[in-house]
């Protein structure tokens, strides 16, 4: 069983910053790609950044500038570093991971964050 486990959310004044953290647990082959989603209210939910297993990174353009993904294949371990935060920033954010589990690929979830942008 493959798990994601989220910390790092909160509250935090606008300009502020955050950074949020993902760590997978279980057992499988390899990573394809790991990420991040947001849901805002009455939104649907947005890919706001991926990391690709070569490395290669994706951002949504209303983070690019200003939100930085990064992992660390030690521990498996992905981050979210979330600067210049504004308020429509507030969402819960949810990690994700594309895993091989010899033969197949799955995409398992994070339980989600709260992140909320306010003065």
């Known amino acids: 069983q493959v798990q994601l486990v989220e910390s790092g959310g909160g509250l935090v004044q606008p300009g502020g910053s955050l950074r949020l953290s993902c760590a997978i647990s279980?057992?499988?082959?390899?990573?394809?790609?790991m990420g991040w989603y947001r849901q805002g209210p009455g939104k649907q939910r947005e890919l706001v950044a991926t990391?690709?297993?070569?490395?290669?990174?994706k951002y949504a353009d209303s983070v690019k500038g200003r939100f930085t993904i990064s992992r660390d294949k030690a521990d498996n371990t992905l981050y979210l570093q979330m600067n210049s935060l504004k308020p429509e920033d507030t969402a819960v954010y949810y990690c994700?991971?594309?895993?091989?589990?010899?033969?197949?690929?799955?995409?398992?979830w994070g339980q989600g964050t709260q992140v909320t942008v306010s003065s």
């Open positions: 279980g057992s499988f082959s390899s990573i394809t790609a």
């Open positions: 994700y991971a594309d895993v091989v589990v010899f033969p197949r690929q799955y995409t398992y």
């Open positions: 990391i690709y297993s070569d490395d290669k990174l």
